[in-house]
């Protein structure tokens, strides 16, 4: 069965407006969450590391006040993207350790800004 | 540090005919190193894992992959394609270091002919 919960799968917002995108870890707690950024036949990006109660960790230009991460408890983070713009129209997919080197990832949102 | 390299961005293939996809990794540390496969907007399944045990690894679905430090490869390999495994397939490494994010590929669509 699925490790990790990833909702919304898709989502469509207006430019200017935020959207959160919630991960959660099933039956496990996830002191560490990986977010990943995926463009059209393009690669998985990372684009931060978030820690149960602590600040996340942004890779290099990606923009915190924009991409806003918080990993309140032990099963669940969020992503929002605050103010989106048709050019943050991606995939962000969530992705997780259980223990070991092997992620286990979220089933992704698909993310349109009209 | 870490990298993937899959060469070939498409490989396309007859049903029943072998599939090799390819990749090389460079890492200074010895590596873990993963099979994902992905669906149109859906999340990465695991296909198999190299975790420095046996060094030919048998994933989910046929497929299978062999590591090779000597040539710093993990291909993929499936014996006789079906339709089913036409997808995207992302091969990704791990490092001991504790942050555990994972580096990928830039992935192979794989097509299945009939």
């Known amino acids: 069965g699925a490790v990790v919960s990833q909702h919304p799968s898709w989502v469509i917002c207006k430019s200017g407006t935020s959207v959160k995108i919630e991960c959660r870890s099933l039956d496990f707690q996830a002191t560490t969450m990986f977010w990943y950024r995926q463009f059209p036949k393009q690669s998985l990006m990372l684009m931060a590391t978030?820690?149960?109660?602590?600040?996340?960790?942004?890779e290099q230009g990606v923009e915190k006040d924009k991409f806003l991460i918080n990993h309140a408890s032990l099963t669940l983070s969020t992503l929002t993207v605050t103010s989106a713009h048709p050019e943050d129209s991606s995939f962000y997919i969530c992705s997780t350790h259980r223990g070991g080197a092997e992620a286990f990832f979220g089933q992704g949102t698909r993310l349109t800004v009209v | 540090a870490q990298s993937v390299t899959q060469l070939g961005s498409h490989v396309s293939v007859s049903e029943g005919a072998l599939v090799l996809l390819r990749c090389n990794y460079s890492s200074s540390v010895p590596p873990y190193l993963f099979w994902y496969v992905q669906y149109p907007n859906q999340g990465l399944q695991l296909l198999l894992k190299y975790t420095s045990a046996a060094t030919l690894v048998k994933g989910i679905n046929g497929f299978e992959a062999e590591f090779k430090k000597s040539e710093t490869s993990f291909h993929l390999t499936k014996p006789s394609a079906h339709m089913s495994d036409a997808a995207e397939y992302f091969c990704?490494?791990?490092?001991?270091?504790?942050?555990?994010?994972?580096?990928f590929g830039s992935g192979t669509r794989l097509q299945v002919q009939p």
């Open positions: 978030s820690n149960e109660g602590s600040k996340a960790t942004y």
């Open positions: 990704a490494v791990n490092t001991d270091t504790g942050r555990r994010a994972l580096t």
